[in-house]
């Protein structure tokens, strides 16, 4: 199974900052790769596919960004509704698999 | 609109046979492929398993051996069974839909909370 680490586990960070969170496969993955938001009332919302697509309805300040194992998604300018639990996950092959996840947090 | 709800019990013991529903609406079963993940509280997310178009199946081998999905199209419902369940297997469980051009899960139910306990 490919493995998916991401860091940093959390991340403190103040309105209006531009964060990056990453995402590693432990084998290449081909830019098969999405990222969530997932708010703490369990609500998960999908944010970017293939590697840099934006999912309709996203804001532009997500942006994604990677290729062979290495992926990140940048937040240019935090809003207060962007602190949450972001993941990636792999569709390259089964089991399709997510990382850890990162979450953000007011600093 | 699309929307995806979960739906069954709270409280499984151990070693019983979990039983979960998935009801969706807003699309049909024969044109999008749905999924179910779990979460373990306080953990991240884990694929499962998910039932095609078509209605064949694929199945986190992690999970294989006690998992099966099913469906009932006229009914729009998905239907998860797991047995031989054990503590480990706490979690909230969601059901999401694949959307098949992008591979993302673009939709993805409230989740229901199952725990497993004597």
């Known amino acids: 199974d490919i493995q998916m680490t991401q860091t940093p586990s959390s991340m403190p960070a103040s309105l209006g900052e531009r964060v990056t969170i990453s995402c590693r496969a432990s084998q290449g993955i081909s830019n098969y790769l999405n990222w969530y938001q997932q708010k703490p009332d369990g609500t998960i919302k999908p944010l970017i596919y293939y590697t840099s697509n934006l999912q309709s309805g996203v804001p532009s300040r997500f942006s994604g960004s990677g290729s062979g194992t290495d992926y990140s998604l940048t937040i240019s300018s935090l809003e207060p509704e962007d602190f949450a639990m972001y993941y990636c996950q792999q569709y390259d092959s089964s089991p399709w698999t997510f990382g850890g996840g990162t979450k953000l947090e007011l600093k | 609109q699309v929307q995806l709800k979960e739906s069954g019990p709270g409280l499984v013991q151990p070693s019983q046979t979990l039983s979960l529903t998935c009801t969706v609406s807003?699309?049909?079963?024969?044109?999008?492929?749905v999924s179910w993940v779990r979460q373990p509280p306080g953990k991240g997310l884990e694929w499962m398993g998910v039932i095609w178009t078509g209605g064949s199946t694929a199945y986190n081998s992690l999970l294989k051996s006690r998992l099966s999905i099913s469906r009932d199209i006229s009914k729009s419902q998905v239907f998860l069974k797991m047995n031989s369940l054990q503590t480990e297997d706490t979690a909230t469980y969601y059901c999401a839909r694949l959307e098949h051009t992008t591979g993302v899960f673009d939709y993805w139910g409230q989740g229901v909370m199952v725990t497993v306990s004597s």
């Open positions: 807003g699309f049909s079963l024969t044109s999008y492929h």
